[in-house]
């Protein structure tokens, strides 16, 4: 059986990932793939609470390092228990982000230095890397007056200031100029026709050029 192909969705507060990775389920399966949806942190039972306790605001907030290295203790579980497993069954894996946020948000919006994440990336997941990144970027005031129209509690992210989701929206940005065979950027403040447009025309020609899966 043919190895499946590992799709993350990526991008700030409010870049619409919830709405496109649905979309992007549907094309997919639409070609015939059979499509496993996941995310991080997340995917497993550990990875659920170790997401809350990422999420869940607290007194005296987590050191940037205890973050970055719980996000991985998650991460290597959803790629032991869902990730690997799906893809070495043929299926697709479609993922709400994956370690470029690793990149974004703790080494771009806390600081810490991209070695060390890259380190840790290479020691944890060995070659395993998306085979395509979509970058659904918006400017952050955009972002951030749409997340805040959901009218939820924010999370402990979305408690940051603009400052730091500027910073992360750079590494991001960065990123997919870095990685060009892996990432492809999507200008997420268009009208949703218009996205998914793009986005539609991107996974299409993806699945053309895969088609032996």
């Known amino acids: ?32 793939k059979v499509v496993t949806v996941t995310r991080e942190p997340g995917g497993t039972e550990l990875g659920e609470q170790i997401r809350t306790l990422l999420l869940t605001p607290r007194p005296g907030g987590m050191s940037a390092d205890a973050e970055l290295l719980l996000i991985f203790a998650a991460r290597v579980e959803h790629v032991r228990q869902v990730i690997s497993p799906a893809l070495a069954g043929g299926k697709w ?94 200008n997420a403040s268009l009208p949703l026709a218009e996205v998914q447009e793009t986005i539609q025309q991107v996974i299409m020609a993806f699945v053309e050029a895969n088609q032996s899966v």
Not at 16 to 23: A, E, P
């Open 93 to 186: 894996v479609l993922c709400d982000r994956f370690t470029g946020a690793s990149y974004a948000y703790q080494g771009g919006g806390r600081g810490l230095p991209l070695s060390r994440i890259a380190a840790l990336e290479n020691w944890a997941l060995g070659h395993l890397r998306p085979d395509l990144t979509l970058l659904l970027d918006v400017p952050v005031k955009v972002g951030l007056q749409r997340a805040a129209n959901r009218h939820q509690q924010p999370d402990r992210f979305e408690q940051e200031q603009v400052e730091f989701f500027e910073h992360v929206r750079e590494t991001y940005l960065s990123l997919a100029k870095k990685r060009v065979d892996e990432y492809r950027l999507i």
């Open 1 to 32: 059986m043919n190895r499946g192909y590992f799709i993350s969705v990526e991008g700030i507060e409010g870049a619409g990932k919830s709405t496109q990775l649905k979309f992007i389920q549907q094309l997919l399966e639409s070609t015939g």
